[in-house]
Structures are given as structure tokens and as C-alpha cells.
């Protein structure tokens, strides 16, 4: 059995893969994040993931898209405090993942299932923007959108996991 600093109840897998998809997640959000910001600044500004002119997340970051999904412009203005850039609601998200993570609950349980959901769908979502609407590629948006995914699985095998565990409990 390997060495674990894993909550109890938790496989050791779990906690390091989640630690790992998070910090990753949270790494390259906060990047995005500069990235836009440096481009705000000083248009001439070229990131190292701007590799061509249809390989860029600059491009991608400072679109329409690239704060509130594109979508809460619709409601409030684009410059309003609602409309934040989704590589900030991306350090909430994998903060949010993290710290759920250290909980051994149905609840945080269901809670980081119901979160990886909307993450994956708002994944699929923007994809869909960045291939079909703004023909680029963005290699930090893709990978964002795998850390998703898998954080995605991960939680489900924690919530089965847990659902397994309470059952046992109660008939054992």
C-alpha cells in the first residue's frame, strides 16, 4: 500500500490526481490571466501560446468570449464587475476543487460532481466558440477543457466510491 496524506476514506490516487489537475488548472488560469491582461495593457504584447495566427490564446482570451462565456455581456455591460475574464471564474473553480476535495462527504461529494458538469459544459461550450465561431486553436483553453474532464471522472469515482462505502456501512 503506497503512502498516503489522503483524507480518510480516500484512495491516494484520488487526492494526488486531484492535487495535480488542480494545480495544473490553477497554473494555467492564473497564465490566461496575465495573458489577457498583459494584452490589455499593450496590444503589441505576444504570449508564448500565441504560436501562430490561428494558434492564438490571446486571440481567444481578449475575445468577446474569453469573459463571462461570452454570455453576461448579453445582460450587463462589458465593462461591468459581473462580466470577469473566465480564467478568474477558473481559479475560483480549481480552488473550489481543491479545498471540496479535502472533504470526506455525500455532500462535497455530489458538490464537486455538480461543479465538474457545469465546468464540462461550459468546456464543450467554448470549444465549440473557439472551433466553430473563432477558427482558432488555443492549446491553454484545450488543455483547461481535459483538466475538466478528468476532474470530472475523478469526482464521479470519489462520489461512487463514497456511495459504495455508505451502502456497505449500512448493511454490514
Not at 11 to 17: D, K, V
Not at 48 to 55: I, K, N, Q, T
Not at 102 to 128: D, H, K, R
Request: hydrophobic share 50%; proline share 3%; glycine share 8%.
Amino acid at each position: 500500500m503506497a503512502p498516503s496524506k489522503a483524507p480518510a476514506g480516500v484512495p491516494w490516487w484520488e487526492s494526488l490526481a486531484r492535487g495535480l489537475l488542480c494545480l495544473l488548472g490553477l497554473l494555467l488560469s492564473v497564465y490566461a490571466l496575465h495573458v489577457e491582461l498583459s494584452r490589455e495593457n499593450d496590444p503589441e504584447y505576444r504570449a508564448m501560446c500565441d504560436l501562430a495566427e490561428s494558434v492564438s490564446c490571446s486571440k481567444v482570451f481578449t475575445s468577446r468570449w474569453g469573459r463571462g462565456f461570452g454570455l453576461v455581456q448579453l445582460v450587463v455591460a462589458k465593462d461591468s464587475a459581473l462580466n470577469q475574464p473566465n480564467s478568474l471564474l477558473g481559479i475560483v473553480f480549481y480552488s473550489l476543487q481543491l479545498g471540496l476535495g479535502q472533504m470526506v462527504s455525500s455532500t462535497a461529494a455530489q458538490a464537486l460532481v455538480v461543479m465538474s458538469w457545469v465546468s464540462v459544459a461550459g468546456s464543450i461550450y467554448l470549444a465549440a466558440i473557439l472551433a466553430f465561431v473563432l477558427g482558432d486553436f488555443c492549446v491553454v483553453c484545450v488543455s483547461t477543457y481535459i483538466i475538466n474532464f478528468a476532474l470530472l471522472y475523478t469526482n464521479m469515482k470519489r462520489r461512487t466510491g463514497l456511495k459504495g462505502r455508505l451502502q456497505k456501512d449500512k448493511t454490514g
